[in-house]
Each structure stands twice: as C-alpha cells, then as structure tokens.
C-alpha cells in the first residue's frame, strides 16, 4: 500500500480516532439520546433496549431525518 501511494501525487492524513462527524451512525445516536432516551431512567437493560428499539422504529417513518444524518455526514442517499 505503501508503494501505492507514494507511486501517486497524494497526501496521507492520520484518521481521527473519533470523527463523528464522518459517521452517519452518530448522528442517528445523537438524535434517539434527543428524543427516546432524554430525561428517562432504565429500571433495567432490557429498559433501555426496548426504548432503544422503539426510537430506531419510529426513526425508519422519518426519512427526512436520516437523510439529514447522511447529508450531514457527507453522505447521501441513491434515488429509488
């Protein structure tokens, strides 16, 4: 890989060890630590797993929200 790069008129940058900006998950987190998870307390794991589920489904009837974690990701997504 070493040979690959040098073989070419690029720049090598270390990745960052936490850029969530560039990981469209994040955002998502963000988002259900917002609205499923904000100002609740979990009696238990199994709690916080079902709120867990429960926001994530709700997210999938929210395109205009994932698109926007993907647009701010700089990512975006193919046309159907």
Do not use: C, K
Request: charged share 30%; net charge positive.
């Amino acid at each position: 890989m070493r040979r690959y790069i040098t073989g070419r008129d690029w720049h090598r940058r270390p990745a960052a060890p936490y850029a969530p900006d560039l990981n469209p998950v994040e955002g998502i987190w963000f988002v259900l630590r917002r609205t499923t998870t904000a100002n609740r307390v979990f009696a238990d794991p199994d709690d916080l797993i079902t709120a867990v589920r429960r926001g994530l489904r709700q997210l999938q009837y929210r395109p205009d929200v994932l698109d926007g974690r993907l647009t701010g990701a700089g990512l975006r997504r193919r046309p159907s």
